[in-house]
């Protein structure tokens, strides 16, 4: 990645944590684009070069690690056992990052509380949808290809799809929960799934 695009992924993801942050602490129906454009250190009219909404810019996050889910299942070893090549990919994506190092939770039990406020908020139920529909589309096709299935004309690699994004959505639910890490939650869903329980 050069310096410009370096650079641009550093603005995109401050105005993503900015977007959280706030309809974390205030609610999503409480936070305006100016104000995540404020808090991120950028103008309205950057924000817009970036997101179109501010439920996109929250859902950032999410879509990006979804969408890598596919780049890393591409990546894996050919002769791996496709639902273990999905545990790996998957988790691999929801491990501690630089990102949350860099923006840290001063109080996680109220953190973890308005993230359940901000993910049930009506108002950000289309960006999550739309963030899952994209990634769907991304995990089937790295399945159809590590499969020799057919993306046009097997049910089998959009099946798996659906299933790799409803088990991510399960273990962050389970996570917000119960507070086990989604990375562990995940190899657990993945197992399950795998043994057809």
């Known amino acids: ?17 900015a977007a959280i942050r706030l309809a974390v602490e205030r609610g999503f129906g409480n936070v305006k684009v100016e104000d995540i454009a404020e808090a991120a250190g950028v103008s309205p009219r950057t924000f817009n070069n970036y997101f179109s ?41 929801f491990t501690p990052d630089l990102a949350a190092a860099e923006h840290p ?15 049930a908020d009506p ?19 790295a399945v159809a290809e590590r499969t020799g299935a057919s993306l046009e004309r097997d049910l089998h690699p959009h099946l798996v799809a659906a299933a790799v994004v409803a088990a991510v959505h ?19 869903a993945f197992d399950l799934l795998s043994a057809g329980r």
């Open 1 to 17: 990645m050069g310096l410009r695009e370096r650079k641009k992924a550093e603005t995109r993801s401050a105005i993503s944590w």
């Open 53 to 93: 909404s501010k439920g996109e810019a929250i859902v950032a996050r999410h879509t990006d690690r979804l969408r890598n889910l596919a780049v890393a299942l591409r990546e894996r070893p050919a002769d791996e056992p496709l639902w273990d090549a999905i545990s790996a990919a998957a988790a691999a994506q």
């Open 105 to 119: 939770v001063p109080d996680p039990a109220t953190w973890t509380a308005g993230v359940r406020v901000m993910l």
């Open 123 to 141: 108002g950000l139920q289309g960006d999550l949808l739309k963030a899952g529909a994209v990634a769907e589309a991304e995990i089937a096709a």
């Open 170 to 188: 399960t273990a962050i639910g389970h996570h917000l929960r119960t507070d086990r890490p989604v990375a562990d939650l995940l190899t657990e």
